[in-house]
Nanobody, 120 residues
Framework: VQLQASGGGLAQPGGSLKLSCAALGTIDSITDMEWYRQGPGKQRELVASVTNSGDTNYDDSVKGRFTISRDNTKNTVYLEMNTLEVQDTAVYYC???????????????WGQGTLVTVSS
């Protein structure tokens, strides 16, 4: 099983981008899914999370600007980013706490990262 992230790119300040992260494989269930980011010279930080039932949490720095959602039928998590700021520039990583198939489970599965650059 792997997580495949996409949707990064270049945006202007005030602009928008939408990231996607799909879990690939024969999957029965996924628990919490998260988006992290790591900016230049910074540690990786949690941006937003969503439970299997759709409850969400956000870092204060993105509240009101970013929206995390998931489509359980597609095993995909999204991060809609609006009113982007230069400080949002980072590599964004998706993560799943636990992914289970019929007779296996994997914990702490990370995607490969997608670069978001906010610049005028």
């Amino acid at each position: 099983v792997q997580l495949q992230a996409s949707g990064g790119g270049l945006a202007q300040p005030g602009g928008s981008l939408k990231l996607s992260c799909a879990a690939l494989g024969t999957i029965d269930s996924i628990t919490d899914m998260e988006w992290y980011r790591q900016g230049p010279g910074k540690q990786r930080e949690l941006v937003a999370s969503v439970t299997n039932s759709g409850d969400t949490n956000y870092d204060d720095s993105v509240k009101g600007r970013f929206t995390i959602s998931r489509d359980n039928t597609k095993n995909t998590v999204y991060l809609e980013m609006n009113t982007l700021e230069v400080q949002d520039t980072a590599v964004y990583y998706c993560r799943a706490d636990r992914i289970c198939g019929r007779d296996w489970c994997k914990f702490g599965v990370w995607g490969q990262g997608t670069l978001v650059t906010v610049s005028s």
